[in-house]
């Protein structure tokens, strides 16, 4: 349940660089961020930002938005 959630996530955490970190902090604090935004806060390139959203949520990392 939670606990073994909890822990995979902290498992897959440590393999998260700076900026998916900030990635997952920035959505966790506002998940009604547009892409853009979210690029322009961690300074990378739209593109470049929604494939790392993509990678987190297939990790499990993001496993959904609530606004």
Known sequence: ???WR???QEIL???M???DHKIWKLLQ???RLSNQELA???NLSASACHRRV???ESMGI???YQA
């Open 13 to 15: 955490s440590r393999n």
């Open 29 to 31: 604090k506002n998940a």
């Open 1 to 3: 349940g939670e606990l």
């Open 17 to 19: 660089d700076n900026i």
């Open 40 to 42: 322009d806060e961690v």
């Open 62 to 64: 993001i496993e959904g």
């Open 6 to 8: 909890y822990y995979w």
């Open 54 to 56: 993509k990678i987190l």
